[in-house]
């Protein structure tokens, strides 16, 4: 099969990424589609989930759906230069991946040769494991930010948003494959859109929905449906994580201890005091705090990161340089902070208020059980707005 005709095999590189000057092109593009000032990352990012936010479900209609644990993208439908149907995948550090044409059709619901252009999806691309053990990418859709150049739809709530999605873009290529079922394998990715589930079906999601998925999960993401979209940190947005599962991405900062030779290094010459970089070094957690001028700046974390010498070996074996990387940390039973992963995805650490934000859903924490047990206080507050507004 052609390269340039079949699914993605890494979802952490879907396609080429555009080059400088291209580069800003489209991020002024996309920036103008959403008549916005900033060319910087559109993309709505959610709050930790905290025990206040159980009164927020109870007192507005929000949505849930599972929080997949893949990689997030923008999916920009455009025209290239020659007009030709042209896709990128905007990741979160605003790079811009071509997908070969030859990999996605978006078509019109009148026309099945014509295509989207001026359109921004927001969704998440995930690997899922078919029962045979092979791999399928799949681009879960969760919200729409423009359509053919229609940019109104970010002050219009949720459930319209998604009823645009689904009547003018998923409707019509769904309807492409039905009639054309063979040129699905030549796809990119599939495209679904993410099942929500009104806010009060959570036990459903822990029985039914969490346990037949095809990818990793990591939590939930409530998202309330009568808000507008909202471009950086959206306090409507709300990600529920299980209380052990709670992380925050921290900057590395490595200090490896100045030691003096012993008896055997001196005798090979080596005198003076000299950096050691075998032994498990002090490594320091930094957070972001914001940009100064241009230049990021960083207030080092109150804890430090735990390392063990079994684990410093294993680091040390891969070779990789580490200072300064961005890593996910989790906090272990005795509360010590632990390298979790690498998160190579993410150009910045999480800001302070994100880090206070997930510090308080750990202070703070929501576990499965009582998120189930506020189900019948957040369907009967559902019910009771529903009820007023058919009053009205």
């Given amino acids: 099969m052609d390269e340039s005709a079949r699914p993605l095999r890494d979802i952490a590189n879907p396609g080429i990424k555009a080059p400088g000057d291209l580069l800003r092109e489209l991020r002024a593009e996309v920036a103008n589609l959403l008549g916005r000032n900033s060319y910087s990352f559109p993309g709505a990012q959610p709050v930790s989930f905290a025990r206040r936010h159980l009164d927020e479900l109870r007192k507005e209609d929000y949505y849930v759906c599972e929080k997949s644990d893949g990689i997030r993208y923008l999916l920009y439908l455009t025209a290239d230069e020659h007009g030709g149907e042209c896709h990128y995948l905007i990741d979160r550090k605003n790079d811009y991946w071509w997908v070969h044409q030859r990999n996605l059709h978006f078509p019109l619901a009148h026309d099945r040769a014509a295509f989207h252009t001026g359109t921004l999806i927001d969704g998440e691309l995930v690997m899922d494991t078919l029962p045979?053990?092979?791999?399928?990418?799949k681009f879960l859709v969760f919200d729409l930010l423009?359509?053919?150049g229609k940019a109104d739809l970010l002050s219009k709530p949720l459930d319209k948003r998604l009823g645009y999605f689904k009547e003018h873009v998923m409707k019509p290529y769904k309807n492409l494959f039905a009639a054309f079922?063979?040129?699905?394998?030549?796809?990119?990715?599939?495209v679904e859109m993410k099942e929500m589930q009104f806010s009060y079906g959570i036990e459903m999601m822990f029985r039914e929905v969490l346990p037949s998925l095809k990818h990793q999960n990591d939590g939930l993401i409530f998202t309330c449906r009568t808000s507008p979209y909202q471009f950086g940190t959206d306090p409507h947005i709300?990600?529920?994580?299980?209380?052990?599962?709670?992380?925050?991405?921290?900057r590395l900062k490595l200090n490896f201890p100045l030691v003096e030779p012993n008896e055997l290094e001196r005798a090979d010459g080596q005198t003076e005091p000299f950096v050691d970089y075998e032994s498990v070094p002090d490594a320091r957690l930094l957070v972001f705090t914001g940009n100064e001028r241009g230049v990021p700046s960083y207030d080092e974390f109150k804890e430090p990161l735990y390392l063990t010498e079994d684990e410093w070996e294993t680091l040390k074996s891969w070779g990789d340089p580490l200072?300064?990387?961005?890593i996910e940390c989790c906090l272990d039973e005795q509360k010590r902070w632990r390298l979790y992963r690498f998160r190579d995805d993410k150009l910045e650490a999480n800001h302070v208020s994100t880090v206070n934000s997930v510090l308080e859903s750990i202070k703070d924490a929501v576990s499965d059980g009582e998120l189930m047990a506020a189900a019948k206080g957040i369907k009967d507050g559902w019910k009771m707005r529903q009820q007023q507004h058919r009053d009205h």
């Avoid at 045979?132 to 990418?137: A, I, W």
């Avoid at 709300?238 to 921290?250: S, Y």
């Fill in 238 to 250: 709300l990600k529920w994580k299980a209380p052990h599962e709670n992380t925050v991405d921290f």
């Fill in 132 to 137: 045979d053990g092979s791999k399928e990418p």
């Fill in 323 to 326: 200072q300064d990387r961005i």
């Fill in 181 to 190: 079922p063979e040129e699905l394998q030549y796809q990119a990715f599939k």
């Fill in 146 to 148: 423009a359509l053919d």
